[in-house]
């Protein structure tokens, strides 16, 4: 299992996201700056990882959506490889196109930073298997520009689609219909606020991030 | 050329900057405004050859995001 962590100017959550996927895989990922116009060969899991890219200039995410490495990114994901973005990655890939919606300023303008029930509605994509549907899992959030945005049609769309992956189980941040986490057509690319590579480690507060990278890097036991 | 681009939020999409701006001018005793939406103005200088169907591209592609804003391109 090969996997892959896309590094932006302003990333700062890539270290952590690196620790996950080798906590999970045995193997440390490769680090892919977003100069880069190619990916490594045979990477099995891609991750865009939180932060501030290009200091959120213009819109968050919107410079990083436009680097060189996301056509790569863009292409894998349409070749089915799993692309998981995290808070600041999930603003990239709605800016790329490779999800629907926007994340705007937060409605109580403050920057959100806690841990938060997490609803999960669809256990059966591949990132999300290893909940029940229902269930509730505790992640933390740590975001400025979270509050989901999608007009009423999409909305009702994805949700019929069966591709809101988590909801919050209490407001956070305004966004539409509590949406945490959204899957693309395909299930092979999943955006989502909350950060479950902060919740690996007992010692750092829950490990019911650990199931997520368990399922979708296919080593659940 | 200097080309000004105006970018907004869609009608109907939420702005809690726009509202918290309205909120500090009633604050410092403004009245009679009724709502506030904020918005991002952009100038460009531009060859004399670039065309309207450049700058829209431009526009769609990067400077809005059109999932939740339009915009406005002027010629100055």
Redesign the interface.
Known sequence: MKTAVIVFPGSNCDRDMAVALERVTGRAPAMVWHRETGLPDGIDFIALPGGFSYGDYLRSGAMAARSPILRSVADAAARGVPVLGVCNGFQVLTEAGLLPGALMRNAGLNFVCRTVPLTVENSQSLFTAGYNAGETIDIPVAHHDGNYFADAATLDRIEGEGRVAFRYADGVNGSARNIAGVLNDAGNVLGMMPHPERAIDAAHGGTDGLRLFEAALGVLA | MKVQVYVTLKPG??D??GK?IHHALEGLGFGGVSDVRAGRFIELEVADGVSDADLDAMCA???A?T??ENYRIERA
């Open positions: 999409v939420l809690p900057q918290a592609k990067l400077l995001n999932v939740i």
